[in-house]
């Protein structure tokens, strides 16, 4: 059977999203492409230290349990821009 984004939302939801929101962070999916789901972590589950363990421990287990057919599912790490933009005044001491 193939997963379609409404169904892993919905697997998101129920099982995922209320452990993240203790923790006041939040998963979006990017993208869903040849049985491969990358996702985001936001909130303050952003950046964090343990961002890739729970990515493999909650999100992804949860995920393959319930679809089989996602061979993977892939953390997509961003920097904030804003972040970005005040190391470099930093750096060029304009802070």
Sequence with gaps: ?????????????????P???????NVMIHSLEDHILKVRLTGKCSGCPAAHSTNEELITAEIRT?????LDVILI???NPELTLMAHKILNHQI
């Excluded at 984004?5 to 099982?15: G, T």
């Design 77 to 79: 790490e961003e920097i």
């Design 66 to 70: 319930a679809f089989p057919s996602i």
């Design 19 to 25: 452990a993240l929101a203790e923790h006041h962070g």
């Design 1 to 17: 059977m193939e997963a379609t984004i409404q169904q892993i939302e919905a697997v998101l939801d129920a099982n995922v999203r």
